[in-house]
């Protein structure tokens, strides 16, 4: 049976992304899609799935993300290109 969230999942899949995110407010992965039971159909735009754990070994442990603020294991952002790493293990 098709509904809102399958058909959600299947075009974000085909196209290459990693969740959706509202920007500024929430994001969720492929795995939790959804979950807020609340998506906003203006709001929630295909984004792109960030780990934090790329820099939380890094000497400002993430100080200047918001989104990676200890309460988050990743974020999500509709550029690719958004997130880089502040440090990464091995990096001078």
Same mark, same amino acid.
Request: proline share 5%; glycine share 10%; with cysteine.
């Given at each position: 049976?098709?509904?809102i969230e399958n058909m959600v999942r299947q @075009? $974000?899949?085909k196209n290459h992304y990693d969740g959706l995110c509202n920007p500024g407010n929430c994001g969720?992965? $492929?795995q939790d899609l959804m979950a807020c039971c609340e998506p906003n159909g203006t709001a929630c735009e295909a984004a792109y799935?960030? *780990?934090c754990s790329r820099c939380?070994?890094?000497p400002d442990f993430n100080n200047d993300c918001p989104m990676c *603020?200890? *309460?988050n294991d990743y974020m999500m952002s509709t550029d690719i290109d958004y997130c880089h790493?502040? @440090?990464v293990r091995g990096d001078e």
């Open positions: 049976m098709a509904n @075009y $974000l899949v969720c992965d $492929l799935r960030f *780990d939380m070994d890094g *603020d200890g *309460d790493p502040m @440090y």
